[in-house]
């Protein structure tokens, strides 16, 4: 459904409703022009008026906002929100936001991640074949030059077939990556916060245990106090010399320090990281290193998954002001 | 079955039979351990003695030979085997051998397509992922500390969910590429020799046709004559500018010197190449683009896949010398 097709929501609804849209100045609000006709948007980052003079006129009054990619959303900023009823995070992770205080105060939060499900998987396959294959190690070999002059001398990589693959947070991104690795011939287990009714994977209660039984671990979870470093020291230890780790999640769910120590002493078997703990930086020591593929904070970003958020939003937000269910709503914990 | 669990067959069928390896010195021979208790090896390129004295001693008696890597199997050399009934190739493809030869003598030929079907296809696929997610394009992005300076800078990358897949040769290769990006939410649509029965997806009678339905080509096809630059001027004008082409199975199935003009000018959205026309050289120009993918010839190079291959082989060789059926039959046309 393209957004201009509900031109007739606004007509046969009346006045459009006050909307904060909560950003950064330096981060771009692309849903501006699809979202301007529909709702009151109050953007203080876009506007030349001081920030001040937006809280005396409408702070009071504002019922949902749109938290713009990690853009952080403090305890103290949503209390001068008094009638805030609902977040929409514009990113799959949520880390940003004191969803402590929105559960407190009862807020209701969403995320993208129904929106970028589909490419956040694609990409965490992708950097797991990778590593494995030594896809990026071959590109790289090539365009050093290598090929004529070492020839056949290669490493081997690792065929996927009848591999164990641990997801770790089976929620929406989760069950993508278990679906594709099942048409590689790779064996699912997962962890999560509960185990999932209807699940046909093998659950495993903690990740430690988790990674005992398999040869990477794909991290697809949320970012939180209980996550922060969940892979640790013993995880990749379980883990072993041969497994490998992949992050599409959050930087904070590894112990990177002691990532890098593990792959430097080959203590782990290889990892693919599109996500750091202090972005943009990267650990130079993983530059050295052929069994690690590295990517800039970039599994969601394609055209489509921005317009998925974008009708998500739009969607989310019409059905706010009319009562209606909303979709992916946030489960915090 | 493990080849150790074969060792009865052996005792039960009296005397080894003669099998001829056929390669150039410097390729290794990895089965000989496995098939020396098996059968009566000759291997004229790991033996002091000149190879006049082989011929004149068993060129006459061979019946199988096992074909290693590329070495060229020419009618020359076939001249020489008056009682060849067997050619055994160890690759997928079988260019380097004279396959109008074989079937004019009635000779059969088994290639090990079967055998590397799954790595492959795995390979293929993430090529393609690579390529339409630029993840090889990051990991240099981020290997030249380019992302503190560029931040946010990077082209975004496109969805695979809904993209058409035509894949060039429906054989053993192919239906796993199909199967797998089936798992991705892409349509697929195929080439070949002829429509194959039982397959559920669109063929197109010749590659023009496919090139201009699909947003990807995939070249799982073998290189004979009637394949040699099937992937041309015109193919590539057909799958247009956002268009990208997988190779992995010969160079010589795609016109290189016209493809390094397509990409040069933008005239098509990208290459995964794991051959070339002239190996290991690789055309210098590809180096500077970030939507190639370079890998020099490594597709199937996995333990488990030079396992499944040498399994193939002894499991054939055994069925050869007891009339059985054989495996991984190439149909030569």
């Not at 003079?53 to 209390?79: M, Y």
């Not at 890098?260 to 290889?270: A, E, K, M, N």
Request: aromatic fraction near 8%.
């Amino acid at each position: 459904m393209a957004v201009e097709a509900n031109q007739e929501w606004l007509k046969s609804n009346g006045d459009p409703h006050l909307v904060l849209v909560h950003r950064l100045p330096s981060f771009n609000f692309q849903l501006k022009h699809i979202l301007q006709p529909h709702f009151h948007l109050l953007d203080p980052a876009g506007s030349p008026e001081p920030a001040g003079s937006f809280l005396s006129s409408h702070a009071q009054s504002v019922r949902a906002l749109i938290c713009v990619a990690n853009t952080p959303l403090t305890a103290e900023t949503l209390s001068l929100l008094p009638s805030l009823e609902l977040v929409l995070a514009s990113s799959a992770g949520v880390d940003h936001i004191d969803t402590q205080e929105c559960r407190r105060r009862g807020i209701i939060l969403t995320n993208a991640s129904t929106a970028f499900a589909e490419d956040a998987a694609d990409y965490a396959v992708t950097l797991l074949i990778d590593v494995w294959r030594r896809i990026s190690a071959a590109d790289r070999f090539l365009h050093a030059g290598l090929w004529p002059v070492k020839g056949g001398y290669y490493p081997l990589g690792s065929k996927l077939g009848g591999k164990r693959v641990g997801i770790v947070g089976l929620g929406s991104i989760g069950l993508e990556v278990s679906k594709r690795l099942e048409a590689f011939g790779c064996s699912i287990a997962y962890s999560s916060r509960k185990e999932k009714p209807h699940v046909p994977y093998p659950y495993h209660a903690n990740v430690l245990d988790l990674a005992a039984h398999s040869d990477a671990l794909v991290l697809c979870c949320s970012l939180s106090e209980q996550t922060r470093h969940i892979i640790n020291k013993d995880v990749m230890t379980a883990l072993g010399k041969k497994g490998v780790v992949i992050n599409v999640g959050r930087g904070g769910l590894i112990d990177e320090k002691e990532l890098v120590r593990f792959l430097l002493r080959g203590d782990i078997g290889g990892a693919g990281l599109d996500v750091f703990e202090d972005e943009p930086d990267v650990p130079r020591q993983l530059f050295e290193l052929d069994n690690v593929v590295l990517s800039p904070h970039r599994a969601i970003f394609t055209p489509e998954a921005i317009e998925a958020l974008n009708q998500l939003t739009f969607t989310n937000l019409k059905a706010f002001f009319s009562n209606k269910p909303l979709q992916s709503v946030y489960q915090i914990e």
